[in-house]
């Protein structure tokens, strides 16, 4: 028995020094090549670190949510990819998701869930073909969903609100007629 | 940018983390191995089929818990997101990727020219090829030791050959060849030691754990981490048939001295000397089953004294460690 608590404690050790060294191995590249996922800061922050050309992000912006955004995670490798994360002002839910992607095996895990979506519906958004998808979340509340592409990018938008709102907070995203 | 898309999608996501799932099993189990200081061959063998064996399976397993595994937030928990490593540009617009595939690649070529090729070739060859077979009376090699062993006896040839040689197969009947040369390099005692082992190895190749193994094995063929495991495996396997020739002569020394005659003629630093490039093949295989034979020979006479128990409790930790650990391996 004492052979065994014995050996199971130098097995942990071993274990924890793994666990240790994957951690280090995992901070490697990023720290003479930056580009895979992680947190930043602000959008600011992410657009110089990345390089990236030009961040997607509504100009009206319900007063019902709180700016800046709450999460930013960012990344250019394997691909570019932007998601941005909005809390309402008076409680921790979150309310709004931006992701802005260049390819399409991008995988998010949904924070917002619906329960059901009630109706699929193609849009002209400003001249982009977009898909926008209205339904309840979990609690029942109104939740919709609009894909679009602009340029090379696939832009999705999450919203617990109306699809009129979110039809107007994806507009002010985007100038004019599609490039 | 093909290899790069291939690598983002499930089969290749699938492929990077089974050769890391792979890396990760086999480091936890050498430190399982050293931790306990498990030295029957028989408990080894049972640990390193982990490596083997979880790596096939972990992914699809992940996946059918967390459909949200390896989701680009979930990438910022892992222990190892092996996106950072495989996206590195090394210059010249080359990625790291390119190295792994080339490196997958390599791993297939070997495996089907190093296994799959002979093992093909053998089947095929049910007797020994090339040598001529004496008649002779085979019961007269069964000794009390080897007569008390129960189960199906298998045959026992003998070859007109002067070179002192044994070895076995298993097609439709077991058949254990002697040459003539042998019965003259060996003493009765010893030969009973070598006929033994070579029984034990007839009996676990028709052991369906041993089938299966290798038919998941195959399905790792890509894999340089389960390629050097599935050796380790095959060559503990020589430990272990010595250890159940042992169980039933007794006689350690015997099948030690016997190794001594039949294999081990050179002093291990001897045996890597290479004199010209072209050896260096020839060279290292040499050295390599010299180095293997002498630490056979060291077992049989060192007996290591630790026993079975207490291997399931060792191997329970072991998995839930590997498994927990590669969950966060992404």
Redesign the interface.
């Known amino acids: 028995m004492h052979r065994?608590a014995t050996?199971?404690a130098?097995?942990l050790l071993?274990?924890g020094v793994?666990?240790v060294a994957?951690?280090v191995?995992?901070r490697?590249?990023?720290a003479f090549?930056p580009?895979?996922?992680?947190?930043y800061a602000s959008l600011a922050e992410a657009q110089s670190t990345l390089g990236i050309p030009k961040i997607y992000v509504p100009t009206y912006f319900p007063k019902t949510l709180q700016w800046p955004p709450s999460l930013v995670?960012a990344?250019i490798?394997?691909?570019t990819?932007v998601?941005m994360e909005f809390h309402r002002v008076d409680s921790r839910v979150i309310a709004l998701v931006i992701t802005q992607t260049a390819?399409q095996?991008?995988?998010?895990?949904p924070k917002i869930h619906f329960k059901r979506i009630r109706q699929t519906s193609s849009v002209n958004l400003k001249g982009r073909e977009s898909v926008v998808e209205r339904g309840f979340c979990d609690d029942g509340e109104s939740c919709s969903q609009i894909t679009f592409m602009e340029g090379d990018l696939w832009i999705s938008i999450q919203m617990r609100s109306s699809a009129e709102e979110l039809l107007v907070l994806a507009g002010s995203m985007l100038s004019g007629r599609a490039q | 940018m093909i290899l790069s898309d291939l690598l983002l999608t499930l089969p290749g996501r699938y492929v990077v983390q089974s050769v890391s799932h792979s890396l990760t099993a086999a480091i936890v189990v050498e430190s399982a191995l050293r931790a306990w200081a498990i030295h029957r061959p028989i408990v080894q063998q049972r640990l390193r089929t982990l490596v083997v064996l979880l790596p096939i399976f972990a992914f699809p397993a992940y996946q059918l818990v967390d459909p949200d595994r390896g989701t680009m937030s979930s990438r910022l928990d892992a222990l190892l997101n092996t996106d950072a490593w495989l996206y590195l540009e090394l210059g010249w617009g080359v990625r790291l990727y390119t190295l792994f595939f080339l490196l997958l690649v390599l791993t297939a070529a070997v495996f089907v020219v190093q296994e799959l090729v002979p093992i093909v070739r053998h089947a095929r060859e049910s007797a020994a090829p090339g040598y001529r077979r004496l008649p002779t009376e085979g019961g007269a090699f069964m000794t009390d030791a080897l007569r008390a062993v129960p189960g199906d006896k298998p045959e026992i040839a003998i070859l007109d050959v002067d070179d002192p040689l044994i070895f076995s197969t298993t097609g439709s009947r077991a058949t254990i060849y002697l040459s003539r040369g042998i019965q003259e390099v060996l003493t009765r005692d010893q030969l009973e030691a070598a006929i033994a082992h070579e029984l034990a190895h007839t009996r676990r190749t028709r052991r369906p754990t041993l089938v299966l193994l290798f038919l998941f094995r195959i399905l790792m063929f890509f894999n340089p981490v389960t390629l050097i495991a599935f050796r380790r495996i095959v060559h503990g396997e020589e430990n272990i048939c010595d250890d159940v020739a042992v169980s039933w002569t007794h006689n350690p020394e015997a099948l030690a001295v016997t190794l001594q005659r039949l294999y081990h003629t050179r002093e291990v630093p001897e045996a890597f000397h290479i004199r010209r490039l072209s050896d260096l093949r020839s060279g290292l295989e040499d050295y390599s089953h010299a180095v293997h034979i002498a630490e056979r020979i060291r077992r049989l006479r060192h007996v290591d004294g630790d026993g079975e128990e207490g291997w399931i409790f060792v191997f329970v930790v072991v998995v839930v460690a590997i498994m927990s650990i590669n969950y966060y391996v992404v």
């Open positions: 065994h050996s199971l130098i097995f071993f274990t793994l666990i994957l951690k191995i995992d490697l590249p990023a090549q580009g895979v996922v992680r947190r995670l990344q490798k394997p691909f990819a998601v390819s095996r991008l995988r998010q895990r």
